[in-house]
């Protein structure tokens, strides 16, 4: 079994930052890309930023130039770093992780979400 653990959300006020971590564990081969996600309350749950084993990334337009996604490999931790927070970047995160296990099972495993709230 695999679990992955979030943390580092919280409240900062508008033009801030907050830098979020997601530690996976349990019986993991390797894992391949990593995300994260947010839902904002009554709307769907839309990516975030994307990162591949390799360490190339990609952003949803609306955070291009103010978070950034960076992975340890060898701590299987993804981590997304928000800069100029805005209020419309409220939202439940949630990160996701592609595993193999050691069994060799492939599994998309997500984190249990964390609140980030930017207000003032």
């Known amino acids: 079994q695999v679990q992955l653990v979030e943390s580092g959300g919280g409240l900062v006020q508008p033009g801030g930052s907050l830098r979020l971590s997601c530690a996976a564990s349990?019986?993991?081969?390797?894992?391949?890309?990593m995300a994260w996600y947010r839902q904002a309350p009554g709307k769907q749950r839309d990516v975030v930023a994307t990162?591949?084993?390799?360490?190339?990334?990609n952003y949803a337009d609306s955070v291009k130039g103010r978070f950034t996604i960076s992975r340890d490999n060898a701590k299987n931790t993804v981590y997304l770093q928000m800069n100029s927070l805005k209020p419309e970047d409220t939202a439940v995160y949630y990160c996701?992780?592609?595993?193999?296990?050691?069994?060799?099972?492939?599994?998309?495993?997500w984190g249990q979400g964390t609140q980030v709230t930017v207000s003032s």
């Open positions: 990162i591949t084993s390799g360490g190339s990334t």
């Open positions: 349990g019986s993991i081969f390797t894992i391949y890309d």
């Open positions: 996701t992780a592609a595993v193999v296990a050691t069994s060799r099972s492939f599994t998309n495993y």
